[in-house]
């Protein structure tokens, strides 16, 4: 056999089978030829391989099929081992370059046993000779890359899962509670709470790398925490929201009750029993009282909660029955850990930078950097409230699957659709913007923005965030008073509609579609002129005496101290003086 080899070497004659790698799309084809009854020799054939290549590869077929199955990269040559991700193993870029690295001087320490690696016409040279191995963060980058890894941050009960109480608890306890009340999907809601940098930019972006180096509390750690309920039925009610300050300015003179949100304030923006119990009972109820008394149904309510610290237990009111999921089973059958919070964060996201490109559309002095410095919280209650209208009901069913498999209908996109959807809008509104970190951002750098919503705040990030939540509840200017939407203000505005209605009608060549922007004016200032109505007709209705004034007479002589050229006429109290206009 020696000398055959030899021969063919000294000759020239090139092997009629050369070793082939092929990737993890080709084999799911070939494996699929098999699958349609072609043979081991005549997939070999096709692919330029050798049989007992073909029947080694079959072997393998379930992890191939797995790797395919949530792989992007269907270029990738090489199976990767979910052992880590099984295990629950966490690991970190320093973990994985630093076994690199003892991986690397364990097969150059062996020698001979990196010889089965080299390519024909490769020098046998040491690899510490040709150059010294660093696994440096380049390297990891690439590394993530070649093998499609991302980021995955295993916290709470997502490492600690117990599958089969999950298990137990949706067959056994669950369908009991069901059929026991009756339940409709209307009447079965779920609540949790997530943290969300409401100020955050992918960390490549020239505005995260500018405030990373500015001094002070850092912005883009400005948390706020968003409670989310919704029933199996795919409605929403109001979120509720945590901020760090009581008063922020930006919500100076705006009434907290008519917000978008539910407003709550913490100084670590974070829930507690108190405003959970606050939440249940002034947000919750009104909100599903009203949505159940809208669709004729009784007032009887199933609430599902975790078992999170800030959960009190004492909860209760009457036709409510409150249900806490088994411990560790959360990030498995809760149904708002199913993937619409993380739908969320990414359609807040989009919202952001949509948010940006418009504001540069309509701007020539536009200024990124201004721009997002004037990003206030009234801003992100904006992005917030778009991002759950963009939230289908059919999504938000879906995701009771796996609690409640009977009700879930499969209308409408999926939580992953719609993440990987606002991802990918993402990436192409941050080329629209332009500039470091924009340019050439990637969809792994807004899913590592959604992962890093999950980080914790170091003790040194809590006290600076509560300190500069004491200080936005001092600015002086809250204590100014300003008059809001008077009648006067009002009348401004419609006008302002109204010049704007007759520019385009004027402007625009193309009478329909000045007629539709016409109509949706009318429609979007309806509730001003509502209102314009209806304080006019309240101001013709006060009674005279609202703008009349007493006006107090300077004090009279009285008669025994009057001269006698006075004549002697009596004097007349302050309560007799007369009304003067305003």
């Given at each position: 056999?020696?000398?055959?080899?030899?021969?063919?070497?000294?000759?020239?004659?090139?092997?009629?089978?050369?070793?082939?790698?092929?990737?993890?799309?080709?084999?799911?084809?070939?494996?699929?030829?098999?699958?349609?009854?072609?043979?081991?020799?005549?997939?070999?054939?096709?692919?330029?391989?050798?049989?007992?290549?073909?029947?080694?590869?079959?072997?393998?077929?379930?992890?191939?099929?797995?790797?395919?199955?949530?792989?992007?990269?269907?270029?990738?040559?090489?199976?990767?081992?979910?052992?880590?991700?099984?295990?629950?193993?966490?690991?970190?870029?320093?973990?994985?370059?630093?076994?690199?690295?003892?991986?690397?001087?364990?097969?150059?320490?062996?020698?001979?046993?990196?010889?089965?690696?080299?390519?024909?016409?490769?020098?046998?040279?040491?690899?510490?000779?040709?150059?010294?191995?660093?696994?440096?963060?380049?390297?990891?980058?690439?590394?993530?890359?070649?093998?499609?890894?991302?980021?995955?941050?295993?916290?709470?009960?997502?490492?600690?899962?117990?599958?089969?109480?999950?298990?137990?608890?949706?067959?056994?306890?669950?369908?009991?509670?069901?059929?026991?009340?009756?339940?409709?999907?209307?009447?079965?809601?779920?609540?949790?709470?997530?943290?969300?940098?409401?100020?955050?930019?992918?960390?490549?972006?020239?505005?995260?790398?500018?405030?990373?180096?500015?001094?002070?509390?850092?912005?883009?750690?400005?948390?706020?925490?968003?409670?989310?309920?919704?029933?199996?039925?795919?409605?929403?009610?109001?979120?509720?929201?945590?901020?760090?300050?009581?008063?922020?300015?930006?919500?100076?003179?705006?009434?907290?009750?008519?917000?978008?949100?539910?407003?709550?304030?913490?100084?670590?923006?974070?829930?507690?029993?108190?405003?959970?119990?606050?939440?249940?009972?002034?947000?919750?109820?009104?909100?599903?009282?009203?949505?159940?008394?809208?669709?004729?149904?009784?007032?009887?309510?199933?609430?599902?909660?975790?078992?999170?610290?800030?959960?009190?237990?004492?909860?209760?009111?009457?036709?409510?029955?409150?249900?806490?999921?088994?411990?560790?089973?959360?990030?498995?059958?809760?149904?708002?850990?199913?993937?619409?919070?993380?739908?969320?964060?990414?359609?807040?996201?989009?919202?952001?930078?949509?948010?940006?490109?418009?504001?540069?559309?309509?701007?020539?002095?536009?200024?990124?950097?201004?721009?997002?410095?004037?990003?206030?919280?009234?801003?992100?209650?904006?992005?917030?409230?778009?991002?759950?209208?963009?939230?289908?009901?059919?999504?938000?069913?879906?995701?009771?699957?796996?609690?409640?498999?009977?009700?879930?209908?499969?209308?409408?996109?999926?939580?992953?659709?719609?993440?990987?959807?606002?991802?990918?809008?993402?990436?192409?509104?941050?080329?629209?913007?332009?500039?470091?970190?924009?340019?050439?951002?990637?969809?792994?750098?807004?899913?590592?923005?959604?992962?890093?919503?999950?980080?914790?705040?170091?003790?040194?990030?809590?006290?600076?965030?509560?300190?500069?939540?004491?200080?936005?509840?001092?600015?002086?200017?809250?204590?100014?008073?300003?008059?809001?939407?008077?009648?006067?203000?009002?009348?401004?505005?419609?006008?302002?509609a109204k010049d704007l209605q007759t520019s385009v009608e004027e402007w625009d060549p193309q009478m329909i579609r000045s007629l539709q922007f016409k109509n949706a004016v009318d429609g979007a200032t309806e509730v001003y002129r509502n209102l314009f109505t209806q304080m006019k007709k309240q101001r013709h209705q006060l009674p005279i005496t609202m703008f009349l004034t007493h006006k107090t007479l300077p004090s009279m002589p009285s008669v025994e101290e009057e001269s006698p050229d006075d004549g002697g006429g009596a004097t007349q109290s302050p309560e007799e003086a007369p009304l003067e206009p305003l």
């Amino acid at each position: 056999m020696s000398t055959k080899r030899s021969a063919a070497a000294t000759s020239g004659v090139v092997p009629k089978c050369q070793w082939k790698r092929l990737t993890i799309a080709e084999k799911v084809q070939f494996l699929d030829m098999l699958k349609q009854g072609k043979s081991y020799a005549a997939v070999g054939r096709h692919y330029g391989i050798n049989e007992s290549t073909v029947r080694y590869i079959k072997k393998d077929e379930k992890s191939i099929r797995s790797t395919a199955a949530v792989s992007f990269n269907q270029g990738a040559k090489r199976i990767v081992s979910g052992h880590c991700r099984k295990k629950n193993i966490p690991v970190d870029t320093n973990i994985i370059r630093e076994k690199a690295k003892q991986l690397y001087d364990r097969f150059a320490d062996a020698g001979d046993a990196l010889d089965d690696d080299l390519q024909p016409g490769t020098s046998a040279e040491s690899p510490r000779e040709s150059c010294e191995f660093t696994a440096s963060k380049g390297w990891f980058e690439k590394f993530k890359k070649r093998f499609n890894l991302a980021s995955v941050n295993l916290q709470g009960e997502a490492a600690s899962a117990d599958k089969a109480a999950a298990e137990k608890y949706v067959a056994d306890t669950f369908t009991a509670i069901i059929k026991e009340g009756g339940y409709r999907p209307e009447t079965v809601f779920n609540m949790d709470e997530t943290a969300l940098f409401w100020k955050r930019m992918p960390s490549r972006t020239f505005i995260m790398k500018e405030e990373a180096r500015a001094p002070g509390f850092k912005a883009h750690k400005d948390r706020i925490t968003l409670v989310m309920c919704a029933n199996a039925a795919g409605f929403m009610i109001n979120p509720g929201l945590v901020y760090k300050s009581k008063n922020p300015w930006a919500l100076k003179n705006k009434n907290k009750n008519l917000l978008p949100v539910y407003w709550m304030h913490n100084p670590k923006a974070w829930i507690t029993k108190r405003l959970a119990s606050d939440w249940f009972h002034q947000c919750f109820i009104p909100e599903v009282n009203i949505y159940l008394a809208e669709k004729g149904l009784e007032f009887k309510v199933l609430l599902l909660l975790d078992n999170a610290g800030g959960h009190p237990l004492d909860l209760s009111y009457q036709g409510v029955k409150i249900e806490f999921l088994p411990p560790n089973t959360t990030s498995l059958i809760q149904p708002m850990d199913q993937g619409v919070i993380r739908a969320f964060k990414a359609l807040y996201t989009k919202n952001s930078l949509q948010h940006m490109v418009e504001a540069m559309d309509t701007d020539d002095d536009f200024s990124l950097k201004e721009y997002w410095r004037k990003y206030v919280i009234t801003s992100c209650m904006v992005n917030v409230q778009k991002a759950l209208n963009d939230m289908k009901k059919g999504t938000v069913n879906a995701c009771w699957k796996k609690l409640w498999p009977e009700v879930v209908h499969d209308k409408g996109s999926s939580a992953e659709e719609i993440q990987h959807s606002a991802v990918d809008k993402s990436v192409r509104l941050a080329k629209l913007l332009g500039g470091e970190g924009f340019n050439d951002m990637t969809c792994d750098d807004v899913n590592e923005l959604l992962d890093a919503h999950s980080e914790p705040l170091s003790e040194e990030d809590l006290a600076e965030m509560t300190k500069s939540a004491s200080e936005e509840d001092d600015d002086p200017g809250q204590e100014e008073d300003d008059p809001g939407l008077t009648l006067e203000r009002l009348a401004t505005i419609l006008r302002m509609a109204k010049d704007l209605q007759t520019s385009v009608e004027e402007w625009d060549p193309q009478m329909i579609r000045s007629l539709q922007f016409k109509n949706a004016v009318d429609g979007a200032t309806e509730v001003y002129r509502n209102l314009f109505t209806q304080m006019k007709k309240q101001r013709h209705q006060l009674p005279i005496t609202m703008f009349l004034t007493h006006k107090t007479l300077p004090s009279m002589p009285s008669v025994e101290e009057e001269s006698p050229d006075d004549g002697g006429g009596a004097t007349q109290s302050p309560e007799e003086a007369p009304l003067e206009p305003l």
